[in-house]
């Protein structure tokens, strides 16, 4: 049975900080490229930063040298580093994962993949 279980989110100030964790069971998690996905109300679900199975990473433009995608193998688990918070990064935030990427992110559309079941993450001003 797969599952993906997030950890992390929360309330914060602008300017703060927080660590999402995602931990994976139940598939081959080294070979599946691994991603955070948000959603914010009203809006559509974007992909935020994906990490390879070969390592290397992605993020969505917003997102660039603030937050960071990190993953252990060892412990299944997949880690997403968000600091300089502001209130446009309120969502509820998903880990993802999938055997198929397209432009450098994870592709779970279509059934593809699997999900976990979001973390809220809160930013006042």
């Known amino acids: 049975q797969v599952q993906l279980v997030e950890s992390g989110g929360g309330s914060v100030q602008a300017g703060g900080s927080l660590r999402l964790t995602c931990v994976g069971s139940?598939?081959?998690?080294?070979?599946?490229?691994h991603g955070w996905f948000r959603q914010a109300p009203g809006k559509e679900r974007e992909a935020v930063a994906a990490?390879?199975?070969?390592?290397?990473?992605n993020y969505t433009e917003s997102v660039k040298g603030r937050f960071t995608i990190s993953k252990d193998n060892a412990k299944n688990t997949l880690y997403l580093q968000m600091n300089s918070l502001n209130p446009e990064d309120t969502a509820v935030y998903y880990c993802?994962?999938?055997?198929?990427?397209?432009?450098?992110?994870?592709?779970?559309?279509?059934?593809?993949?699997?999900w976990g079941q979001g973390t809220q993450v809160t930013v006042s001003s």
């Open positions: 993802g994962a999938a055997a198929v990427k397209s432009r450098g992110f994870c592709y779970l559309g279509g059934g593809n993949g699997f």
């Open positions: 139940g598939y081959s998690y080294s070979r599946h490229c």
């Open positions: 990490i390879l199975s070969d390592g290397s990473t």
